[in-house]
């Protein structure tokens, strides 16, 4: 075996990466040691093929490699310097690329793609539920909370706090135990197909195990903001996300768990996420968390009220959301198939993509608003609507007219595929259409 460098070059414009490099490699073990700038990486990427050399060639063999093409990368195992995302690399098309590793033929792959999107999308109404009812004790109960600290009343606060996490660690357990015991009907109600249920079913059974640090992370949250150390929320949200990048592949790919992999990923993430959370509100926090003891039980439930009463608004509309999922669904199953559910797949996540930023904003704002209502600075209060509104108004008309005037560019996200793109675009902008006129139920 024989490796040759031939007067090897690279430029960039009047820069010269790597001028004349010539070697003869057999077999052996072989460094490349050099300053930076010296062209290393440069070398190692025209030897790839990532990069097309200036002048003079490589041979392998006596052949130059350019020729050999998946003859000679065959060969070549290489790690990137750098680990980083190409530009453009949807999930389908990462995807994609994945099973041309284990050769897998595009157009089984493509299928296998379609429906393991479709199965993902088939959970979304569970999602949206688990979110709402975390949605429905958290931010219920943070505002009030908020507003007691602006009375300087610390322990009826911390009471609110105790009462609203107590609540959500029942309602967790209780929505797990209804997903593990009905889940085949439930994917059925979503409008799972026989061919998706083989993908969902068990993405859902795994989905459900992290029902309880879910709404953990997502419901107690906002406490972790409304004591005035936002960071720290955003970095609760943030140890999760940067959790599952990492853990997606992994699971998935490596390991060879497929969809469930996502799953277990996604689990994962969740428990680390709730972890922080509780670790903050029962450690560093001024005022800490912990349930409710049975003497406590009696006292609290005109606080539960008030918590489910105040966050039962903002719980109709994520409900209503998933309602609207689920008939989706199955008129698409009965009249598109699984290539529909896909579509549809695509849109609700631009929707949540969308709608996050809002959510961001509206709880952000909640705990300024509420502590000086608490506080009886009814000017605070004003600015701060104010400020709020003004600022949900203009995110909502700028995504509003990207997604009319370009929805392929959101679309492209997540998906490259010719027939999803026909069929979401004129979806999206439907669905979309009067996005804008939303902020009054926003705020």
């Known amino acids: 075996m024989e490796l040759t460098f031939d007067a090897l070059s690279k430029n960039y414009g009047k820069k010269q990466a790597l001028i004349g490099f010539s070697a003869e490699l057999t077999g052996g073990i072989y460094g490349l040691l050099g300053p930076n700038g010296a062209g290393k990486s440069t070398l190692m990427n025209i030897l790839t ?29 290489y790690m990137p310097q750098q680990q980083t995302l190409y ?5 389908e098309r990462f995807l994609l690329y994945m099973a041309s590793l284990r050769r897998m033929p595009r157009a089984r792959a493509l299928e296998r793609i379609d429906w393991a999107l479709g199965a993902v999308g088939l959970c979304f109404p569970l999602i949206v539920v688990i979110t709402a009812f975390s949605n429905l004790f958290g931010s219920g109960g ?33 929505l797990m135990v209804i997903g593990f015991l009905f889940a085949r009907p439930l994917l059925t109600l979503f409008g799972a197909s026989a061919d998706a249920m083989v993908y969902a079913y068990p993405y859902m059974m795994l989905y459900l195990i992290g029902t309880l640090p879910s709404m953990i992370a997502v419901g107690m949250n906002p406490f972790i903001n409304a004591q005035g150390y936002s960071l720290t929320g955003m970095l609760s949200v943030a140890i999760g996300a940067a959790a599952n990048l990492v853990l997606d592949p992994l699971f998935i790919f490596v390991l060879g768990f497929g969809v469930r992999g996502a799953a277990i990923a996604t689990v994962i993430s969740q428990f680390l996420s709730a972890a922080f959370v509780l670790h903050f509100l029962s450690g560093k926090a001024e005022l800490k968390v912990r349930f409710l003891r049975r003497t406590e039980l009696a006292g609290s439930v005109s606080y539960a009220k008030e918590i489910v009463s105040l966050g039962t608004a903002g719980f109709i509309m994520q409900l209503t959301n998933s309602l609207v999922t689920i008939c989706c669904n199955h008129v698409l199953s009965a009249t598109g198939g699984d290539i529909y559910i896909s579509v549809m797949t695509i849109v609700s996540s631009v929707r949540q993509l969308v709608e996050t930023p809002i959510s961001a904003i509206n709880d952000g704002s909640s705990p300024i608003l509420s502590y000086n209502y608490g506080a009886r600075r009814p000017s605070r209060v004003r600015k701060a609507g104010v400020v709020m509104g003004l600022l949900i108004l203009v ?25 999803l793109l026909q069929d979401a675009v004129p979806a999206l902008k439907q669905y979309f259409a009067a996005f804008i006129f939303m902020d009054l139920q926003y705020m």
């Open 49 to 77: 093929g990532n990069l097309r050399q200036t002048a003079g060639e490589i041979r392998f063999n006596g052949a130059e490699i350019r020729s050999l093409g998946a003859a000679f990368r065959g060969r070549v195992g």
């Open 87 to 91: 530009p453009g690399f949807t999930a």
């Open 142 to 174: 943070a505002p009030l909370f908020s507003i007691e600290r602006g009375k300087n009343n610390p322990q009826k606060a911390e009471t609110i706090m105790n009462t609203s996490y107590s609540m959500v660690c029942a309602c967790a357990v209780v």
């Open 395 to 419: 995110y909502t008309a700028v995504m509003w007219s990207v997604i009319i005037l370009a929805p392929g560019a959101l679309i492209r996200v997540f998906s490259s595929d010719a027939l």
